[in-house]
Nanobody
């Protein structure tokens, strides 16, 4: 059974940091590009960041560039999203997704497998 599981979310104060993890089971991520998406209450889901299968190419939404860093450890079958300088507007449910191609694209319709999502709340 192909599964993606996010972890590392929670409540953090503005300016704080969190690291999200996306672990795969039932398949190897070596040949998959991975994306992180988020959905805030009352808003559509948006792309946050993605990474190619080799990790050699990354992409970020303008709203998170310079604050978030995506990385992957294929040996651990896991992708990470390091989130620094968090703002209240980063509050959302964060999803990781896998795409059956090597290239990184920040479009949710291009992804085949999705995690269940994890809540990130930035509040004082």
């Amino acid at each position: 059974q192909l599964q993606l599981v996010e972890s590392g979310g929670g409540l953090v104060q503005p300016g704080g940091s969190l690291r999200l993890s996306c672990a795969a089971s039932g398949f190897t991520l070596d040949y998959y590009a991975i994306g992180w998406f988020r959905q805030a209450p009352g808003k559509e889901r948006e792309g946050v960041s993605c990474i190619s299968s080799t990790g050699g190419s990354t992409n970020y939404a303008a709203s998170v560039k310079g604050r978030f860093t995506i990385s992957r450890d294929n040996a651990k079958n896991t992708v990470y999203l390091q989130m620094n300088s968090l703002k209240p507007e980063d509050t959302a449910v964060y999803y990781c997704a896998a795409r059956r191609f090597r290239t990184c694209i920040l479009s949710e319709r291009m992804y085949d497998y999705w995690g269940q999502g994890i809540q990130v709340t930035v509040s004082s």
